[in-house]
């Protein structure tokens, strides 16, 4: 025997070794046997639906969005046919992201809550997140038309005192625990490991348009500009409408183009405005600034009110890069999904959910 042979056989011996000890204990933990009796899914979701105030603010939704939902994603979530041992049921699955997604728990928690394996759980979480994301996006986030810009338009300037303007632009950094090997690609300049949200929002709290899943590392201006939106509006693929005039005078001959408020970290264009930048500002400036900021607040305000609302943002998300981009998008659309259904809620953005 060479000494080739001696080391395969060697290592051959360990990997043998390793199975051993790598064999389960339990097929199925005792505990977890419980789902069917126990969980719950079982003891707690059917006396919630008895009780409106209850439900929404275990779900985040009232009792007709969640089931309106739910009919939109069931067939998506069914197990594939021909399985042999009993599946967990599509409305589990949705159930249980919602919850994950609603209290920032850990998938530790779940587990004991829903009797269901954390690797499981994390498969039906990411499932239902990409599910969620495929279906809503085109139901509550489609681009807009013509008319609908001039809408959104329509909204700044009455609530905002901001005319020809169409959104409200911004990053925000979605916290996430160090990805294996991933260096500092996704350490920010606010010394926290982080993916970029950028998004574009109207006068009523919702997003227009997302882009997920940008280093944290990154500026603002530099993820912007590499998103598919930036594109567009240079390209003037938007179906933004024609310039007007902001006085409502059809014989003004001076007219303006309808823009994208941002701050200062982004780079003027002909429809993406920034305020005056500087201390030494004329008044004429400096109203002008305040009335750009009063636009501009709106996105501020809607990471606030998503980011209170889904509480798996008030804490470090802790997956892989894919399944965290994955529950932004998820979450992005279900903002918008619960607004648009069931309006404002004033204790969700206001008081702490349990």
Not at 12 to 36: F, G, S
Not at 239 to 252: A, G, L, V
Request: glycine share 4%; charged share 25%; net charge positive.
């Amino acid at each position: 025997m060479d000494v080739e042979e001696a080391i395969c056989l060697l290592i051959l011996y360990r990997k043998l070794r390793r199975r051993r000890r790598r064999q389960r204990r339990y097929w199925v933990h005792p505990i977890l046997r419980e789902r069917l009796s126990s969980s719950l899914f079982v003891t707690l979701y059917p006396k919630l639906r008895l009780h409106e105030e209850k439900f929404f603010n275990y779900f985040r939704m009232s009792v007709a969005s969640f089931d309106f939902l739910y009919d939109c994603v069931e067939n998506y979530l069914k197990p594939r046919d021909g399985a042999i041992r009993y599946c967990i049921t599509p409305k589990e699955k949705f159930i249980v992201t919602l919850r994950y997604l609603a209290s920032g728990c850990s998938l530790a928690e779940l587990q004991y809550g829903y009797k269901i394996g954390k690797s499981t759980l994390s498969a039906i979480i990411r499932q239902v997140c990409q599910v969620l994301w495929r279906n809503l996006k085109t139901m509550v986030m489609s681009p807009p038309t013509k008319e609908m810009w001039k809408q959104i338009s329509a909204q700044f300037e009455n609530k905002a005192y901001f005319p020809n303007c169409i959104g409200a632009l911004d990053g925000k950094h979605v916290r996430l625990i160090q990805p294996p090997e991933s260096g500092s690609m996704y350490y920010n300049y606010k010394h926290f490991f982080s993916l970029v949200l950028m998004a574009l929002c109207d006068a009523n709290y919702c997003f227009i348009w997302v882009d997920v899943g940008a280093y944290g590392k990154d500026s603002d201006s530099g993820v912007f500009k590499e998103t598919s939106l930036f594109k567009k509006l240079l390209d003037n693929l938007l179906s933004i409408p024609e310039p007007r005039s902001i006085t409502n005078n059809e014989n003004d001959a001076y007219k303006l183009p309808y823009v994208i408020v941002a701050d200062e970290a982004f780079g003027i264009t002909k429809n993406l405005m920034r305020p005056y930048g500087g201390k030494m500002l004329s008044k004429e400036k400096r109203i002008f600034n305040y009335r750009l900021s009063l636009a501009r607040r709106y996105v501020e305000c809607t990471f606030g009110i998503m980011c209170n609302k889904w509480r798996i943002l008030h804490r470090s998300i802790d997956v892989k890069i894919d399944f965290a981009s994955d529950i932004v998008k998820a979450i992005c659309v279900l903002h918008n999904y619960v607004r648009t259904r069931d309006g404002i809620k004033q204790d969700d953005m206001i008081y702490p959910a349990p």
